[in-house]
Every structure is written in structure tokens, then in C-alpha cells.
């Protein structure tokens, strides 16, 4: 355990942070920290998660290293820190290399001692080749529900910041997420290896929040929003879509009709996007139409309306989505607007990410036909293999976790340099050997259209030296405004631990078989979690209750307020109607069977292009452009699949 460290956390809030009383829990946990042991905070949306790392970076001698996965929410805390004169920085794409050198030497320096990154930094030997020196107080990861496979937002780089936390040597973990089932919460403790008395769970249920679920036809949304934005008391309004074409759509026609309604989606570039958000925060009666981009981290306490015009993907996320209503206690409406044809989108969603037995049997062959260690892209491998890039990375955390694979450090083998002054003014700073060495690797640039390209691979080869010292040394003539530094040709490190026997025999059969397997649990999963989703909103009984059980909170009673306890359940929901595919679809099929054979090799190829599911050989191939493409998109995936020839075929 870390040593603890003394002071008064409560002086701290109130001259630093200009608060008087810390909320439910964050006391519990700055304590811990502060004790030296690693935490798990699990507090509702709005919940102030933040501060439990942002107060203790102000008391730790070292630095506060924070992983997040939006570029917004850095932002916008970093702001508000610097109003109040913490100085915090964030480092991610954004950056500009002049701005990217100035943080790193505040960091290095002490001037800044709250750091926000992305998880992807971890993975960038640029990144790693900085941190060297850092004295790390506290590693601070959030949205940590990421973690577990079980979780409704898995993602494979997450899962590798456990072995990070210990390869950088932080002295203490702090894990932070909103929707954490209990099950999730056990992986969480388990891989940062936290206590159960540690991990503080406050909670969930909010009282101001009335929950509602209406049923409409398809193809009332729009006139059912309109109803509602109408005949309900103006007040800033959250309506999540599923897709982006629906975001902007809506916005559109909301504007026509007279309501201040704007789009947000991963589409928009970033500024706009940061734009969008703090003209909503500043309004008192401004309508946002999201995607799930939108929300994460947004400090606004009076959204008086969240609309699900289509539902959520599973229970997590609409509790998440709800979270961001009513934060200041006054009453908030969360209505979720339930057709059951959305139902079709969502679930196409799940299974075009599955690829083909054919497809994961093709990426175990190429994994095989690799060294014992060896170096490769997860986009070449994507592009081989037809399977979509974050399946890709799914199926690597899986052969990891497996014993089969050993992740090693990622690369960039090329890097472009933009010389800022010349090489003697550059050289004139070393003496002896290391200047040198310098001078080899200024040396080795090669000169393309604009910039210089280094090639790490063939001039450590070329120099007979490890690698990394060539990085080192560029890393730090770019720290010192050299020269700038762009990174291209990112490939990840892997060693073979128990590879297949017989590489293209029996023994890699079975082990395609056996990730295909997990991967179809994985879909089925998710489908579980969209029947979650539906079976709330049915509404057979108390809304608030059942959602605090997901959970794992008990309320005791009912919450009078949802549509359950107003009497207006239960809902059901007719099965959708047997979509039978026409003999122009099949003729269809069959041309492009033979006209593109490696891209439709499968019954399950075949069902993705006709339900519009993309992959990268559809993209490569322009299919996704083919007029026939997505003819399907509203018949339900498994009816196409059983058409065309069913799962085995």
C-alpha cells in the first residue's frame, strides 16, 4: 500500500474548490486515497465522481494521471479547474505539437499535477516514452465499467490498463463509473485489486426523476414529441436517437416548427461539437437531438426532459442517459417512446458486429503464420480478414485473456518530422557520443513531399541500438521545440504463449471455433440486454423499483411516480411480422454471390449486406454503395439470416 498522506481534505474543498460539504460518498472515498489504497466509487450520473480524484491530485506529491474517453469532458474540467486556479491539463488529438511540448514540460516540472488522457495514450510509445519520469500519485480511470467483458460497453483497451497501472508503478487506483452491476463491480475490484470495504457504492435511485414509458404506432415520433414539447412547460431538453441521419433529421424539423432544437453526433468535428455543448449548458430552454456521443461529463443541472424517441440499447445506458435530467432535485420527466420496429435497428446493430466461423477462422490462420514475436496492424488484420476493427481488437483480448497471446508494446514504425531549426543549431547541444548518436539519427530522415520520414525498424537496425532510444531521442529534441513530430503506421505487439500445434490443422480449428462461440455468447448478451430494455418499459410494475434492483439497490417501496404507479402499465409488445424476402432479393443475392465471391462466402455475409450491416470488405469493395444495399434494413437479422441459409451455411 502507498503511503498515506496528511492534511485536511475538508480546508482543501473549501479554498480550492469553493464548496462547503462534500456529497454522499466522496468523503468515504478522498479519505481511502489519501490512506493509500485503491478505490472503486460508484456513484449515480451527476453524482460527483470527479472530485475524488480532483482533490486528492491538489494533496499528493505526484502526478494524477486520469483516463477518459472523451476529449469533451477533458476539456470542459479542465476549464473549470483553471477558472479556479488548479492547473490541470488534458493530452489528446487536439493538441497542437507546440501545445502538446508546453504540457509535457509542466508536467515534468510540477506545474501541473492533474493530467487527463485518453486510453488510447497508453498504448502510444510516444506517450510511454514521456511518462519515464513521473512520480505517479494516483491513476484515476473513468467510465471503468469498460473493464469487463460483461459490462454493456466493453472495450479491449480498458481491460489493459490493469497491467498499465502496475507497469508505470502507480501508487494507488481510483475506479469510477455510473452504471456498474454488481457483477461488473466484482471485475472491477478483481482487476485493480481493490477491497470490498473499499469500493463505495452510494445511491442510485433518485427521487425527483418520473419515469415513463409510452407505447406509439411507427411513424407517430415526431408528432408524439411535439405533442409532448408543446403541451409541457418549456425547459432544457435531452432526446436521444439511434442514428445520426435521425439526429439531424429531427433537429431539422423541430427548427421548421419552431422549437430551438439542435443535432449532436460523433459526425460533427469536435469544435463543433464543444460548441453545440456550451450553447446548450448556457440555455434555459435549449432542445439537443443525440446520439449516446452526447452528454458524458456535461455539468447541467436543470435538464428538465430526457426523450428516448427511440430506446436505449440496454438498462445501463438508459439509466445513464436519465442520469443527466434533474440534477439540481427539481422534478425532471424521463419518457421513453417504445415502437416496437425500433426494436430491428438496434439488434442489426449487435449482430452485424459477428463475424463469420469463415472470418475468425481466417484471422486465427493469419495470427498463426506470425513469428513467435511479432509486430501487426489491427486495420491490416480487419482488412484480411473482413472483420470489423473493434472485433478485431475483442478477439485479441480474448486470446490474451486466454493464456494463448501476449500483448507487448505497440509502435509507430514511421514517424514524420518537421525539422523547426537546423541540425548544427540542434547538434550544438550534445557533445561526445550522445551527439553522435544525434547526428545518426538526424542523418536517417528521409524527405518526402512536405515533411522528413523516419523509419524506427530500419534505422535502429541501421545504428545497431534498441529502438526505443531512437524514440527517446526524438522525443526529446521535439520537447525542446526542435522539431515537430506526427506519428503514422501504429501496429500492436503480440508473443504466442501456446500457440496451435498444427497451425492450419485440427488444433486452430478448435480454437476458431471456441472464439466464434464467444463471440455469438457475446451477441446473444447483447440481444438479453436489449430484452431488459423492453421489459422495463412495459412498465408491469414499479419503473424505479426494477431499475434499482439492475443495480443491486433495494428501495423498499414503490416510487408512486413512474408509469406503473400511475396505473397507465402494462404494455405489451406484438412479436414483428414474418418479412419473407421476394425472388428479385434472391436474384439479387445470388449475381453478387458470383460476381463477388471472397465477400460472400457465408449466410451470414449474405445477411449483412442485405440488413445494410457494413464490414470492411463491403467498404473496399464499394458494396456498401450497391443499390441493393441494406434492401432489408427493417426485416429483423435472424429472419434474413434464415432465409438466405441459416447460421451453418
Given at each position: 500500500?502507498?503511503?498515506?498522506?496528511?492534511?485536511?481534505?475538508?480546508?482543501?474543498?473549501?479554498?480550492?474548490?469553493?464548496?462547503?460539504?462534500?456529497?454522499d460518498?466522496?468523503?468515504?472515498?478522498?479519505?481511502?486515497?489519501?490512506?493509500?489504497?485503491?478505490?472503486?466509487?460508484?456513484?449515480?450520473?451527476?453524482?460527483?465522481?470527479?472530485?475524488?480524484?480532483?482533490?486528492?491530485?491538489?494533496?499528493?506529491?505526484?502526478?494524477?494521471?486520469?483516463?477518459s474517453?472523451?476529449?469533451?469532458?477533458m476539456?470542459?474540467?479542465?476549464?473549470?479547474?483553471?477558472?479556479?486556479?488548479?492547473?490541470?491539463?488534458?493530452?489528446?488529438?487536439?493538441?497542437?505539437?507546440?501545445?502538446?511540448?508546453?504540457?509535457?514540460?509542466?508536467?515534468?516540472?510540477?506545474?501541473?499535477?492533474?493530467?487527463?488522457?485518453?486510453?488510447?495514450?497508453?498504448?502510444?510509445?510516444?506517450f510511454?516514452?514521456?511518462t519515464?519520469?513521473?512520480?505517479?500519485?494516483l491513476?484515476?480511470?473513468?467510465?471503468?465499467?469498460?473493464?469487463?467483458?460483461?459490462?454493456?460497453n466493453?472495450r479491449?483497451?480498458?481491460?489493459?490498463l490493469?497491467?498499465?497501472?502496475?507497469?508505470?508503478g502507480?501508487e494507488?487506483?481510483l475506479?469510477?463509473?455510473?452504471?456498474?452491476?454488481?457483477?461488473?463491480?466484482?471485475?472491477?475490484?478483481?482487476?485493480?485489486?481493490?477491497?470490498?470495504?473499499?469500493?463505495?457504492?452510494?445511491?442510485?435511485?433518485?427521487?425527483?426523476?418520473?419515469?415513463?414509458?409510452?407505447?406509439?404506432?411507427?411513424?407517430?415520433?415526431?408528432?408524439?414529441?411535439?405533442?409532448?414539447?408543446?403541451?409541457?412547460?418549456s425547459?432544457?431538453?435531452?432526446?436521444?436517437?439511434?442514428?445520426?441521419?435521425?439526429?439531424?433529421?429531427i433537429?431539422?424539423?423541430?427548427?421548421?416548427?419552431?422549437?430551438?432544437?439542435?443535432?449532436?453526433?460523433?459526425g460533427?468535428?469536435?469544435?463543433?461539437?464543444?460548441?453545440?455543448?456550451?450553447?446548450?449548458?448556457?440555455?434555459?430552454?435549449?432542445?439537443?437531438v443525440?446520439?449516446?456521443?452526447?452528454?458524458?461529463?456535461?455539468?447541467?443541472?436543470?435538464?428538465?426532459?430526457?426523450?428516448?424517441?427511440?430506446?436505449p440499447?440496454?438498462?445501463?445506458?438508459?439509466?445513464?442517459?436519465?442520469?443527466?435530467?434533474?440534477?439540481?432535485?427539481?422534478?425532471?420527466?424521463?419518457e421513453?417512446?417504445?415502437?416496437p420496429?425500433?426494436r430491428?435497428?438496434?439488434?442489426?446493430?449487435?449482430?452485424?458486429?459477428t463475424?463469420?466461423?469463415?472470418?475468425?477462422?481466417?484471422?486465427?490462420?493469419?495470427?498463426c503464420?506470425?513469428?513467435?514475436h511479432?509486430?501487426?496492424?489491427?486495420?491490416?488484420?480487419a482488412?484480411?480478414?473482413?472483420?470489423r476493427?473493434?472485433?478485431?481488437?475483442?478477439?485479441?483480448?480474448?486470446l490474451?485473456?486466454?493464456?494463448?497471446l501476449?500483448?507487448?508494446?505497440?509502435?509507430y514504425?514511421?514517424?514524420?518530422?518537421?525539422?523547426?531549426?537546423?541540425?548544427?543549431?540542434?547538434?550544438?547541444?550534445?557533445?561526445?557520443e550522445?551527439?553522435?548518436?544525434?547526428?545518426?539519427?538526424?542523418?536517417?530522415?528521409?524527405k518526402?513531399?512536405?515533411l522528413?520520414?523516419?523509419?524506427?525498424?530500419a534505422?535502429?537496425?541501421?545504428?545497431?541500438?534498441d529502438?526505443?532510444?531512437?524514440?527517446?531521442?526524438?522525443?526529446?529534441?521535439?520537447?525542446?521545440?526542435?522539431?515537430?513530430?506526427?506519428?503514422?503506421d501504429?501496429?500492436h505487439?503480440?508473443?504466442?504463449?501456446?500457440?496451435?500445434?498444427?497451425?492450419?490443422?485440427?488444433?486452430?480449428?478448435?480454437?476458431?471455433?471456441?472464439?466464434?462461440?464467444?463471440?455469438?455468447?457475446?451477441?446473444?448478451?447483447?440481444?438479453?440486454?436489449?430484452?431488459?430494455?423492453f421489459?422495463?418499459?412495459?412498465?408491469?410494475?414499479?419503473?424505479?423499483m426494477?431499475?434499482?434492483?439492475?443495480?443491486?439497490?433495494?428501495?423498499?417501496?414503490?416510487?408512486?411516480?413512474?408509469?406503473a404507479?400511475l396505473?397507465?402499465?402494462?404494455?405489451?409488445?406484438?412479436?414483428?411480422a414474418?418479412?419473407?424476402?421476394?425472388?428479385s432479393?434472391?436474384t439479387?443475392?445470388?449475381?453478387?454471390?458470383?460476381?463477388?465471391?471472397?465477400?460472400?462466402?457465408?449466410?451470414?455475409?449474405?445477411?449483412?449486406?442485405?440488413?445494410?450491416?457494413?464490414?470492411?470488405?463491403?467498404?473496399?469493395a464499394?458494396?456498401?454503395?450497391?443499390e441493393?444495399?441494406?434492401?432489408?434494413?427493417?426485416?429483423?437479422f435472424?429472419?434474413?439470416l434464415?432465409?438466405?441459409?441459416g447460421?451453418?451455411?
Amino acid at each position: 500500500m502507498a503511503t498515506a498522506v496528511t492534511g485536511d481534505p475538508h480546508k482543501v474543498l473549501q479554498d480550492q474548490f469553493g464548496l462547503t460539504e462534500f456529497r454522499d460518498g466522496q468523503r468515504a472515498v478522498v479519505e481511502r486515497i489519501l490512506a493509500g489504497k485503491n478505490v472503486a466509487a460508484v456513484f449515480p450520473t451527476g453524482g460527483g465522481k470527479s472530485l475524488c480524484y480532483q482533490l486528492p491530485s491538489q494533496m499528493l506529491p505526484g502526478t494524477t494521471l486520469v483516463v477518459s474517453p472523451l476529449i469533451a469532458l477533458m476539456k470542459d474540467q479542465c476549464d473549470a479547474l483553471s477558472r479556479r486556479g488548479i492547473a490541470a491539463a488534458r493530452l489528446d488529438s487536439s493538441l497542437t505539437g507546440r501545445e502538446y511540448r508546453e504540457t509535457m514540460a509542466g508536467i515534468r516540472d510540477g506545474a501541473i499535477r492533474l493530467v487527463y488522457v485518453s486510453p488510447e495514450r497508453f498504448f502510444n510509445e510516444r506517450f510511454l516514452a514521456s511518462t519515464d519520469s513521473l512520480n505517479l500519485s494516483l491513476f484515476a480511470i473513468d467510465e471503468a465499467h469498460c473493464i469487463s467483458q460483461w459490462g454493456h460497453n466493453f472495450r479491449p483497451d480498458y481491460l489493459k490498463l490493469a497491467e498499465v497501472t502496475r507497469e508505470l508503478g502507480a501508487e494507488r487506483v481510483l475506479a469510477l463509473t455510473a452504471t456498474a452491476t454488481p457483477e461488473v463491480l466484482s471485475d472491477i475490484r478483481s482487476a485493480f485489486d481493490i477491497a470490498g470495504d473499499d469500493a463505495i457504492r452510494t445511491r442510485f435511485h433518485r427521487a425527483n426523476l418520473k419515469l415513463r414509458s409510452t407505447p406509439i404506432e411507427s411513424g407517430e415520433h415526431y408528432s408524439f414529441l411535439v405533442d409532448r414539447l408543446q403541451s409541457r412547460a418549456s425547459g432544457p431538453t435531452l432526446v436521444y436517437v439511434t442514428l445520426q441521419k435521425t439526429a439531424e433529421d429531427i433537429a431539422n424539423q423541430l427548427c421548421d416548427d419552431g422549437f430551438p432544437a439542435k443535432a449532436y453526433h460523433a459526425g460533427l468535428d469536435n469544435e463543433v461539437r464543444m460548441n453545440l455543448q456550451q450553447e446548450f449548458i448556457d440555455s434555459d430552454k435549449g432542445i439537443i437531438v443525440a446520439t449516446i456521443a452526447f452528454g458524458m461529463g456535461i455539468d447541467k443541472s436543470n435538464i428538465r426532459y430526457v426523450y428516448h424517441y427511440n430506446p436505449p440499447k440496454s438498462v445501463e445506458s438508459y439509466a445513464q442517459e436519465i442520469g443527466r435530467a434533474g440534477r439540481d432535485g427539481v422534478d425532471a420527466i424521463c419518457e421513453m417512446l417504445v415502437d416496437p420496429s425500433d426494436r430491428v435497428v438496434l439488434e442489426n446493430f449487435i449482430y452485424g458486429d459477428t463475424p463469420s466461423h469463415h472470418a475468425v477462422r481466417r484471422l486465427v490462420e493469419l495470427l498463426c503464420g506470425q513469428s513467435d514475436h511479432f509486430h501487426i496492424s489491427h486495420y491490416r488484420i480487419a482488412s484480411e480478414t473482413d472483420i470489423r476493427v473493434l472485433v478485431v481488437k475483442t478477439l485479441l483480448t480474448y486470446l490474451e485473456l486466454d493464456g494463448r497471446l501476449k500483448a507487448t508494446s505497440p509502435r509507430y514504425d514511421s514517424y514524420k518530422v518537421k525539422p523547426l531549426v537546423t541540425s548544427k543549431v540542434i547538434l550544438d547541444h550534445f557533445q561526445g557520443e550522445p551527439r553522435k548518436f544525434a547526428a545518426d539519427v538526424l542523418g536517417s530522415l528521409t524527405k518526402s513531399r512536405t515533411l522528413f520520414t523516419l523509419n524506427t525498424i530500419a534505422t535502429a537496425k541501421h545504428l545497431n541500438c534498441d529502438r526505443m532510444r531512437i524514440i527517446k531521442a526524438v522525443e526529446y529534441m521535439s520537447e525542446r521545440g526542435w522539431l515537430e513530430l506526427r506519428v503514422s503506421d501504429l501496429v500492436h505487439g503480440y508473443r504466442w504463449i501456446d500457440r496451435p500445434e498444427h497451425q492450419s490443422g485440427g488444433d486452430a480449428k478448435v480454437l476458431a471455433d471456441h472464439l466464434h462461440e464467444r463471440l455469438l455468447a457475446r451477441e446473444a448478451s447483447e440481444i438479453g440486454r436489449m430484452d431488459e430494455v423492453f421489459e422495463l418499459a412495459k412498465a408491469s410494475s414499479c419503473m424505479s423499483m426494477r431499475l434499482a434492483a439492475h443495480f443491486g439497490e433495494s428501495l423498499g417501496e414503490s416510487c408512486g411516480r413512474c408509469t406503473a404507479c400511475l396505473g397507465e402499465g402494462e404494455h405489451s409488445w406484438p412479436s414483428p411480422a414474418a418479412g419473407r424476402l421476394g425472388q428479385s432479393v434472391m436474384t439479387v443475392v445470388a449475381r453478387l454471390v458470383q460476381e463477388f465471391p471472397d465477400h460472400f462466402v457465408t449466410a451470414r455475409d449474405r445477411a449483412r449486406f442485405l440488413c445494410g450491416l457494413h464490414s470492411p470488405g463491403f467498404r473496399r469493395a464499394k458494396l456498401t454503395q450497391h443499390e441493393s444495399y441494406g434492401v432489408c434494413a427493417e426485416i429483423p437479422f435472424a429472419q434474413v439470416l434464415a432465409q438466405v441459409g441459416g447460421e451453418s451455411s
